[in-house]
């Protein structure tokens, strides 16, 4: 055996997994056609290995409707009926994993038009041309422009933390989706989600704006959002809670199980399902490893009633432990 196996085996491996997950949502396609599900047929029965990747997948959505994809894939028989529509979110929801898994590992614009980017669950930190520093957190991505009397930021997407050199001639902005933040000289994290553009402060002040409105003006521990029509309310964050992500966690204060999630899923390839609405509701406090988020997930499991499951190398599913 040589060093290099245990790379090619498990490669082989996640290749397989993401061969079945592909099949799993093909086969409940409305457009699904009989040529397609021969081909799946000959897959599956071509390898142990596609039957076992296959069935890992089937098991975990609890549907009965799978047995017989199965049934005609074992037998070799024909094609007998067209497959019924699988019901419900979980068809989505799989879709929306396989898509997602795609997307994750795919290059973006924003990268290919960033002055500097991190991959996901990289965090690293640049030195800019003014002597300011800024710090990518997980899948982030800016453009810089620090010459010509200027020093403008434009964060496409993330988060980034900034430590200004203070310059009283040259205030120092940063864009986003919804805002405008404006410094002289301090310390402050800014974050673009979807639907808003979060702004924490460490040191200093910080004047956040949005267009035809008046800034809102921010001191060392406050935080606001800020959406397409309007801003929040400046709110005080928790001592030692502006940008956790620096020193390796993330930090929850009564939060769902659905946010936790979602933030950790920031930090790795792939998608975390949380199968149960029940269980997306159940509220968290708490400090989580973001440098090992595996390690994150099985603390969760050992203080909730949950079961983690690691359905494929890119899909970990979340549903009832035995005291769910």
């Keep these: 055996m040589t060093a290099h196996e245990p790379v090619s085996v498990s490669a082989a491996a996640d290749a397989v997994a993401e061969q079945a997950m592909a099949w799993f949502v093909r086969l409940r396609a ?17 390898d142990p290995a596609h039957r076992r990747a296959y069935a890992q997948t089937a098991a975990f959505w609890d549907d009965a409707e799978f047995g017989w994809v199965l049934a005609d894939a074992a037998s070799g028989s024909a094609p007998g009926r067209r497959p019924r529509v699988w019901r419900g979110v979980p068809a989505m929801a799989a879709a929306a994993c396989l ?21 996901v669950g990289e965090i690293k930190s640049f030195r800019l041309g003014d002597g300011s520093e800024v710090t990518l957190n997980s899948a982030s991505a800016i453009s810089v422009n ?32 919804y805002s405008t933040v404006r410094v002289l000289g301090t310390r402050f994290a800014v974050r673009e989600d979807r639907a808003e553009t979060s702004v924490s402060v460490a040191s200093g002040l910080v004047a ?4 035809e409105a008046d800034p809102a003006l921010l001191q060392a521990g406050d935080s606001i959002s800020v959406t397409a029509h309007r801003s929040g309310d400046i709110q005080r964050n928790p001592a030692g809670g502006t940008a956790a992500w620096l020193k390796g966690y993330a930090a929850f204060e009564n939060v769902t199980l659905a946010e936790v999630v979602a933030e950790l899923g920031r ?4 998608t975390l399902l949380v199968r149960d609405a029940e269980l ?9 490893d973001i440098r090992d988020t595996d390690k994150a997930l099985e603390s ?3 203080t909730l009633p949950i079961r983690v499951t690691r359905l494929t190398p890119w899909l970990v599913l979340i549903g009832k432990g035995a005291q769910g």
């Design 30 to 46: 409305e457009t699904v056609t009989p040529a397609e599900r021969e081909d799946f047929q000959r897959w599956y029965r071509a």
């Design 99 to 119: 898509i997602g898994f795609i997307a994750g590992y795919r290059p973006t614009l924003d990268c290919w038009r960033a002055d500097y980017c991190t991959g």
């Design 146 to 177: 620090v010459q010509n009397g200027l020093r403008q930021v434009e964060l496409h997407r993330g988060e980034a933390f900034f430590d200004v050199q203070r310059d009283p001639q040259r205030p120092f902005q940063v864009g986003g989706r």
């Design 208 to 211: 956040v704006g949005r267009p």
């Design 267 to 270: 930090y790795r390839r792939g």
């Design 280 to 288: 997306r509701e159940l509220k968290i406090s708490g400090r989580f």
């Design 300 to 302: 969760l499991q050992q």
